[in-house]
């Protein structure tokens, strides 16, 4: 039950000074509690006794008003103490769980779902936190202070009397055994079931558009519902649980109560406890209420805190999927890129997506990389990011196998244009910023004149300054994409990967690009993915794909000449070319 404060020993041991004084104080304002029943009982014996006196009633009386002041400078102290701890331990590890989740790779997020991941940042690491504020009070009331309120019935008033008393108790502590338990299993299965709510949520979100454009709201309500439903009986099923702490502890506490009274009412007629000393007792029956309710508390905070952090942890847990080598070697620039051989499969396909690839691209030569859709273009590029664990043959960067370098080494010779454009909900400036950290304004708009975008950004109405919207939803697709180029070509790699990256744009704006490239990028390597043939119609090698493998290849010239799907496409797409310019014509 205790695992989740043994899992944050660490913190504990961290912020040692802050749980010290914080737990310190709250066993002091406990044990201070004590005496004002103390001195009650003592008054009423001197007034049974009729030995009460100003002087003696006024002592009385300040004493209790200077520890009502005492506890209540010491209560705002260990409080703040306390859950201050909680709110820093969530921080922590949030930032933790974060720096996790940023040093994964993409079979990583194939795996897990961003709703999940994302409930397990906000609700599960705050009822962790919370086994670290209310979670260490609740501990110690219903110890150290349950401890010290009976002793003070016990030595103060009468063993027997307390021992009496507590016969109960073992009535509690078989119900909270088992109520933990419970809560533990269903409390996770709450949270898993959060989990899907969140990402179900997320997706309809995002999107809303094919949805309404589909007529599909009353059907995602549908399934929404059903979510929904499926959280709120869980979770119901946790607050069956959590309902039956309080009637068991008000049960046996009353069950105190009766015992107490009934047998101290004998012992004072039996003169062996004064009227004072069962008032007294009675007082602190009362004041064993809430270290009763504690425990109860304790044990649901404990097992909630608990579940979550296995939660979390499970995915804490998950080392990336490729890691990087102990001794990595350190070439300063890939002057060449062989593939031999390589044979790859994604974790979740059933047959080989790249078969018997081989090639050699020599520093400052252009690839190019055609082929029918889902041929495998995009997998034979993102080869070179490392992503997923390497299939077999071999991949080498200036003859060092890419298992050999580190991910941050390999990634900073490349720039990448993934097919699918990703926008950030900033500036187009800070979107292009993103490529090269503090790029002048001059930079960036060599970099957009690079990737033709400059006649775009006079249209756009703030310019540089334009906010391009969640995801760039304020631009239009062929505007994202050269957003994208811009932010790969103002860092200038040794390396850039543009995967399909000019599919959105008119022959025209495409063949201003490409001319680009070729002149700024003299020297360095490029591998372009593409449909449309005349974008890699400069290339020193194509590669033709089909299915995974390598059906035709050469340069431009060669391949025109092997009369195959090359010919074949290029001879379709100079057609299209021409019926479309004599339309505008
Ligand atoms: P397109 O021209 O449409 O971009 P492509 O040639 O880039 O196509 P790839 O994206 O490389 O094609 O996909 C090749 C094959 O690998 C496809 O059959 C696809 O289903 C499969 N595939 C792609 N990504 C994954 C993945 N993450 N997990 C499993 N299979 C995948
Ligand atoms: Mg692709």
Redesign the pocket.
């Known amino acids: 039950m205790f695992a989740v404060l043994k899992n944050l020993g660490w913190f504990f041991k961290q912020e040692k000074k802050r749980y010290l004084v914080g737990l310190f104080l709250l066993i002091i304002c406990g044990v201070i509690e004590l005496l004002p029943p103390l001195l009650l009982g003592n008054a009423i014996d001197d007034i049974v006794t009729s030995t009460i006196t100003w002087a003696s009633l006024t002592r009385y009386l300040l004493l209790i008003l200077g520890i009502v002041a005492v506890v209540y400078a010491a209560t705002y102290v260990w409080m703040h103490r306390l859950f201050g701890g909680a709110n820093l331990v969530e921080r922590l590890l949030r930032t933790r769980y974060m720096n996790h989740l940023l040093g994964m790779l993409?079979?990583f997020f194939?795996r897990n779902r961003t709703g999940d991941l994302m409930a397990k940042a906000t609700n599960d690491l705050r009822s962790v936190a919370a086994t670290a504020g209310f979670g260490m009070l609740v501990l110690t009331d219903s110890s150290v202070f349950l401890f010290t309120v009976l002793f003070a019935m016990g030595f103060l008033v009468s063993w027997k009397l307390t021992l009496a008393a507590i016969l109960p108790m073992p009535i509690i502590a078989i119900g909270m055994v088992i109520y933990g338990r419970a809560i533990h299993k269903r409390y996770t299965l709450a949270q898993d079931a959060f989990g899907v709510m969140n990402d179900q949520v997320l997706e309809s979100v995002a999107g809303v558009r094919v949805v309404r454009a589909y007529v599909q709201e009353r059907a995602d309500q549908k399934r929404f519902q059903d979510i929904t439903d499926d959280v709120y009986r869980k979770n119901l099923a946790v607050a069956k649980v959590d309902a039956l702490f309080e009637p068991t502890i008000n049960f046996s506490i009353g069950l105190s109560y009766v015992i107490g009274l009934s047998y101290g009412v004998y012992l004072v007629f039996q003169n062996e406890i004064t009227l004072g000393n069962l008032v007294a007792f009675n007082m602190y029956l009362g004041m064993m209420i809430w270290p009763m309710f504690a425990i109860g508390e304790l044990i649901n905070i404990m097992q909630r805190g608990g579940a979550s952090l296995d939660r979390v942890n499970e995915t804490l847990k998950t080392p990336p999927d490729v890691t990087d080598p102990e001794q990595p070697e350190t070439p300063a620039v890939p002057n060449s890129i062989v593939f031999s051989n390589v044979t790859f499969r994604?974790?979740?396909?059933s047959a080989d997506?790249?078969k018997d690839i081989s090639f050699t691209l020599n520093k400052g030569q252009t690839l190019g990389?055609v082929?029918?859709?889902?041929?495998?273009?995009?997998?034979?590029?993102?080869q070179l990011l490392h992503e997923y664990p390497t299939g077999s043959g071999e991949i080498r960067f200036d003859g060092v196998p890419i298992e050999q370098l580190t991910l941050d080494h390999l990634y900073s010779w490349i720039g990448y244009v993934p097919?699918e454009q990703i926008l950030f909900s900033k500036t187009v400036r800070e979107n292009i910023q993103f490529g090269k950290k503090d790029a002048s304004d001059a930079l960036i708009m060599e970099a957009i004149a690079t990737a033709a975008f400059d006649q775009d950004l006079s249209t756009l109405s703030d310019g540089l300054d334009t906010l391009v919207g969640e995801k760039g939803v304020a631009l239009s697709g062929g505007q994202k994409q050269r957003v994208s180029l811009a932010r790969a070509f103002i860092s200038d790699p040794e390396i850039l990967i543009l995967?399909?990256a000019l599919s959105a744009v008119d022959a025209r704006t495409e063949a201003r690009i490409i001319d680009n490239i070729r002149t700024k990028r003299a020297g360095k390597t490029t591998l372009i993915?593409t449909?449309r043939l005349s974008a890699v119609q400069h290339a020193d090698w194509i590669i033709v794909?089909e299915?995974?493998r390598i059906v035709e290849q050469g340069r431009h010239e060669e391949l025109l000449a092997m009369n195959g799907w090359y010919r074949e496409q290029y001879d379709r797409q100079q057609l299209e070319n021409k019926l479309t310019s004599e339309e505008v014509s």
């Open positions: 993409p079979p194939e994604y974790p979740s396909s997506n790249l990389v082929g029918r859709t889902g041929s495998g273009k995009s997998t034979l590029l993102k097919q995967d399909d993915s449909h794909l299915e995974g």
